[in-house]
T-cell receptor, first 119, second 115 residues
Framework: SAVISQKPSRDICQRGTSLTIQCQVD?????MFWYRQQPGQSLTLIAT?????????ESGFVIDKFPISRPNLTFSTLTVSNMSPEDSSIYLC????????????????FGAGSRLTVL | AQKITQTQPGMFVQEKEAVTLDCTYD???????LFWYKQPSSGEMIFLIY??????QNATEGRYSLNFQKARKSANLVISASQLGDSAMYFC????????????FGKGTMLLVSP
């Protein structure tokens, strides 16, 4: 499966600032996905990032708040803009494995996540 | 819409014993996939096991097996011979078949394995 590197692994941010999270994959992938995990909660898909086109956002997430870049097939960034304490979460990058597993599923592989705390 | 329910916020098990983590789901899709992921305290999501809705046999991956009961809409994870390193959060998730990227996750179950 793909190997995903995320930066930063954690950060403490001030209210009103913005932070950009980087996601690097060791192989070329068509789509990259950004998930959010709020404290004690499950994972929620923020958006899907395709190379060469605008990201597709899920209901409740907007481009102004979570701008995404996808400059090439191995890299993406997610920016959390004008942060508030409610944005304190783990943000996870993921990709779909290009080779199905033995059950025939293209499993989602996740990065280690970026744990943001907003004061 | 798809929905995953994990009713056990926390589970305790002794080392070397087996444990079952419950997962029920709801969907109107005729075909779907069911996944279990493990999230240690470090935060990464680790894929454990997958079951397709049309698979006749229950999935197994080493010490992990998925007890799939389609009529009951349940997909329980069974961990045999628990190890201390199994202590983690466990998430059940589902997808549409061949749209594996859009996963709907449950709220998770925290498993603690004691010596």
């Amino acid at each position: 499966s793909a190997v995903i590197s995320q930066k930063p692994s954690r950060d403490i941010c001030q209210r009103g600032t913005s932070l950009t999270i980087q996601c690097q994959v060791d192989s070329q992938v068509t789509m990259m996905f950004w998930y959010r995990q709020q404290p004690g909660q499950s994972l929620t898909l923020i958006a899907t990032a395709n190379q060469g086109s605008e990201a597709t956002y899920e209901s409740g997430f907007v481009i102004d708040k979570f701008p995404i870049s996808r400059p090439n097939l191995t890299f993406s960034t997610l920016t959390v803009s004008n942060m508030s304490p409610e944005d304190s979460s783990i943000y996870l990058c993921s990709v779909e494995d290009t080779v199905p597993n033995h059950s025939g599923a293209n499993v989602l592989t996740f990065g280690a996540g970026s744990r943001l705390t907003v004061l | 819409a798809q929905k995953i329910t994990q009713t056990q916020p926390g589970m305790f098990v002794q080392e070397k014993e087996a444990v079952t983590l419950d997962c029920t789901y709801d969907t109107s899709d005729p075909s779907y996939g069911l996944f279990w992921y493990k999230q240690p305290s470090s935060g990464e999501m680790i894929f454990l096991i997958y079951q397709g809705s049309y698979d006749q046999q229950n999935a197994t991956e080493g010490r992990y097996s998925l007890n799939f009961q389609k009529a009951r809409k349940s997909a329980n994870l069974v961990i045999s011979a628990s190890q201390l390193g199994d202590s983690a959060m466990y998430f059940c998730a589902m997808s549409r078949v061949r749209v594996y990227s859009t996963l709907t996750f449950g709220k998770g179950t925290m498993l603690l394995v004691s010596p």
